[in-house]
């Protein structure tokens, strides 16, 4: 809560503001925008709690998800770093 908080200090909004908001006032982005971008974030699915594959495949990929997983939060707080 406290993200949320500081961004709203930042750019005069309300604390309960959009965190991926439109480029048009007051709307969300896009469910076209986040389909767009889906490819492009690459680890994140998996990082998503979606299950993937079948349980052998599950098994085989626990071992490469916390490297992945960090590459995805590394990348996710070096954007709320710029953001805030």
Do not use: C
């Amino acid at each position: 809560m406290a993200i949320p908080k500081r961004l709203a200090q930042k750019y005069n909004t309300a604390a309960d503001a959009y965190i991926f908001p439109s480029t048009q006032a007051h709307r969300p982005l896009s469910n076209m925008s986040i389909v767009m971008l889906s490819p492009r974030i690459g680890v994140a699915e998996a990082s998503l709690a979606h299950a993937v594959g079948n349980e052998v495949e599950r098994a085989y990929r626990r071992g490469d998800a916390l490297n992945e997983r960090r590459k995805l939060m590394t990348a996710w707080a070096a954007y709320l770093v710029k953001a805030i």
